[in-house]
């Protein structure tokens, strides 16, 4: 524009014989004219070019398209569900600016600040190198869009003068936060690793290949399993079947990975369309397959009737089977996205340990097989009395010899047990002292519904007193205690 007032003033200077009145006064204010007619171009043209950008394009261009694909934002980094960037966001750029503006999750004067923009970089946080690689590229994208846009309306003061939406337009998840919570992946490769996880050992050496020692000699029958697995099925085979990995997180992963390429016909070692009906469970309560024709165990079958080339390795409704069940339904619902309200969440607060507690001389009219929960309360020195809330549980069956053998999980948010895992750990939990142990005995097949459940009032049969020294972990190291006292 500048250069073609420019022309113009030359070619009037050039000719001026045009004009009929006084050629230099006539050309000297035309060129003054146009001049500043070019100027007042120049200085229109100049915010659209250098100035801040509309907010509304801005959204259309950027925010629109996150809001209407089909694809899952980069949300699923770090929760299997119930929460996703798009619920965030409304179809009316003003009304989704100021749904966020009244959440507090944008800085007006601080636009890099705003805390959408800290939620969309959590992935970047994620202790899994993988994924945050898969989900870089969209969590960028997603973050540049929306930091553009936010600093466009940052600028814009109608916008910033805009009356409160009302509560019930703004945008946002329609779960609580503890729900929310309950699906972000950190909590549930947590659950894993304290009840899974942690009772990996009972898959030793098959499935945890790395927990063996070549140097210790007390191994030597775990190594000659893993040469005789590898002699007949072949290295790829072995490497196959030790799916425990070093890390509760490589685990997790490790399982996903295997049900998602499961070979047709067979069950899925997490099956989340039916939790119950997982290799992850139902391998441990298998038996051995038959032998073939030269006396050799068969092939293990990963199709019911499932088989099991470990053999039984727990018994359903007893405290293994409690936990294995219990986060694989826990899981499932969750991936399903089916946890609407904080009321239908469990309460996921068990750690797994390796106590035993022996419950011996069980009543004869309780019949064998039968699930028994014992639950533990500490007595409590200061208070002279024990405590409100027990500090542990076990649940397992009655055997035919009327004996009951469960390893203990622990409340993680019993007082005690939470004051000395956030100081010692494992090694300073409370396993010492006088406890209460309430008896409950399933009659009514409830813990076959819920695996969840810790028994009421309705299966309490009595009440037993334990002192312990020195708990010692290990089966051979069982506390025992005599239900002779318990009345029906």
């Known amino acids: 524009m500048v250069g ?42 100049l915010p659209a070019v250098a100035g801040d950008p509309d907010p509304m394009e801005v959204f259309n261009r950027r925010i629109l398209p996150i809001f209407k694909s089909e694809k899952p934002s980069s949300c699923v980094q770090c929760h299997l569900a119930s929460v996703d960037l798009k619920d965030y966001i409304l179809p009316s750029a003003e009304k989704t600016f100021l749904s966020l503006r009244d959440q507090g999750l944008i800085d007006l004067d601080s636009p890099e600040d705003s805390k959408i923009l800290q939620l969309i970089d959590m992935g ?93 000699p007390r191994q030597a029958p775990a190594r000659k399993t893993l040469r005789q697995l590898t002699e007949r099925y072949g290295k790829e085979k072995v490497e196959q ?42 391998k441990p309560l298998a038996k051995l397959p038959p032998k073939d024709e030269e006396g050799r165990i068969g092939e293990a079958s990963n199709r019911a009737p ?66 028994v929960q014992l639950v533990l309360y500490r007595w409590d020195d200061q208070k002279s009395a024990y405590a409100d809330r027990p500090v542990a549980f076990t649940q397992s069956l009655i055997t035919p010899r009327h004996l009951v053998n469960g390893t203990l999980f622990l409340f993680r948010d019993e007082p005690s047990v939470a004051k000395a895992l956030s100081s010692g750990g494992m090694a300073e939990l409370p396993l010492h002292g006088k406890f209460l142990v309430k008896v409950y005995v399933d009659r009514r097949g409830k813990l076959e519904r819920d695996p ?37």
């Not at 814009?156 to 929310?180: H, K, Q, T, W, Y």
């Not at 659950?191 to 927990?211: G, K, S, V, Y």
């Open 124 to 216: 970047s946080q994620d202790t899994d190198a993988g994924a945050r690689l898969i989900h870089a590229k969209t969590r960028r994208a997603e973050y540049d869009a929306f930091a553009a846009w936010i600093r466009a309306c940052a600028r814009d003061e109608r916008l910033r003068r805009l009356p409160p939406l009302p509560e019930s337009e703004r945008a946002g998840p329609r779960r609580a936060d503890s729900v929310i919570r309950h699906a972000r992946k950190s909590r549930v490769v947590d659950a894993f690793a304290r009840t899974i996880w942690a009772q990996r050992l009972r898959c030793f050496p098959c499935h945890t290949p790395f927990e063996v020692d070549p140097e210790n």
């Open 452 to 488: 969840w459940l810790l028994l009421g009032e309705e299966d309490f049969v009595g009440e037993l007193e334990l002192e312990v020294r020195r708990w010692r972990p290990g089966f051979k190291n069982a506390r025992r205690l005599s239900a002779k006292p318990l009345e029906d």
């Open 306 to 371: 499932v088989s099991h080339g470990g053999g039984l390795k727990m018994h359903k409704n007893d405290a293994s089977y409690k936990a294995f069940a219990a986060w694989l339904v826990d899981y499932a619902k969750t991936v399903r996205g089916e946890y609407r309200s904080v009321s239908e969440l469990p309460a996921d607060n068990w750690i797994s340990t390796e106590y035993t507690v022996r419950l011996t001389s069980v009543q004869d009219k309780w019949k064998p097989l039968t699930p």
């Open 4 to 45: 073609g007032v420019g022309r113009l003033a030359v070619r009037v200077a050039v000719h001026p014989c045009e004009f009929p009145m006084n050629r230099n006064l006539f050309a000297l204010r035309l060129v003054r004219r146009f001049w500043l007619l070019g100027l007042s171009f120049v200085l229109g043209y």
């Open 241 to 282: 079947l030790g799916f425990f990995r070093e890390t509760p997180e490589a685990t997790l992963q490790r399982l996903i990975d295997m049900s998602r390429h499961s070979a047709e016909g067979d069950l899925p070692i997490i099956n989340v369309r039916n939790p119950l009906e997982s290799l992850l469970l139902l």
